[in-house]
């Protein structure tokens, strides 16, 4: 069925450098993204946004690049901290009616890993 | 404001069991959704409930069930545990009516002996 799926399992960055978290989808229809990062012991944490009418979106050190052509998305970190390690993942929705009411499809993740 | 709360954080119950498992969304919030996490399917979405009605259902048997109450707080209820639903249960709340961010709580850990 459809899916949400990553290309990296593991990221392992020096503190300071910018670490980038892909993630593709294969639902064409899907027009609705989250990424979250969850650490261990917790639940996912909400980090950024966007819809399909955005190709970027950008927040604190984060900034979100969606390829609506390639059905590609990615999560970039700018001047990435220890706090950062987490698990990160990509989540997208639908509009289909009622089927899309609360439902997120998530990705696998991927496991960021920051040296000091 | 306070954050999503799940309880109990954790529990361990034994195969045949049926367990509830509470949820408070953030104030103001009157969607709930549920998912269970694995480390073999990941996230997985149960049901999302709004202003008391079930809206939507994952792909999962008939023994997992929900509600939601007035004040928007939540339960599931799984009945005839098994060893399989051993799992991490997240529940998030959203204050769109139609689609928007989610935030989770940290979730209660089932284990089933």
């Known amino acids: 069925g459809e899916s949400v799926g990553l290309h990296l399992p593991t990221l392992s960055v020096q503190e300071g450098d910018n670490s980038i978290i892909n993630c593709a989808y294969s639902n064409s229809a899907s027009d609705y993204f989250i990424w979250y990062k969850q650490e261990s012991g917790k639940g996912p944490q909400f980090i950024i946004d966007?819809?399909?009418?955005?190709d970027k979106r950008q927040g604190q050190r984060v900034t979100v690049l969606l390829n609506k052509t390639v059905k590609h998305l990615s999560l970039q970190i700018a001047a990435t901290q220890p706090g950062d390690s987490a698990v990160y993942f990509c989540a997208e929705n639908m509009e289909s009616g009622g089927t899309s009411y609360g439902k997120l499809t998530f990705g696998q993740g991927t496991i960021l890993t920051v040296h000091p | 404001k306070a954050g999503v709360t799940q309880t109990p954080r954790y529990l361990i119950k034994t195969r045949g069991q049926q367990v509830t498992l509470s949820c408070s969304p953030i104030s103001g919030h009157r969607s709930v959704s549920w998912y269970q996490q694995t480390p073999g399917q990941g996230l997985q979405f149960l049901f999302e409930?709004?202003?008391?009605?079930?809206?939507n259902k994952g792909n999962f048997p008939g023994r997992f069930s929900g509600r939601q109450f007035s004040n928007s707080r939540s339960e599931m209820n799984v009945s005839t545990l098994e060893l399989g639903d051993s799992a991490l249960y997240l529940c998030?709340?959203?204050?769109?009516?139609?689609?928007?961010?989610?935030?989770f709580g940290p979730g209660t850990r089932l284990t089933v002996t």
């Open positions: 409930y709004f202003s008391e009605t079930q809206r």
């Open positions: 966007i819809r399909s009418n955005m």
């Open positions: 998030a709340s959203s204050h769109q009516r139609d689609r928007g961010e989610q935030y």
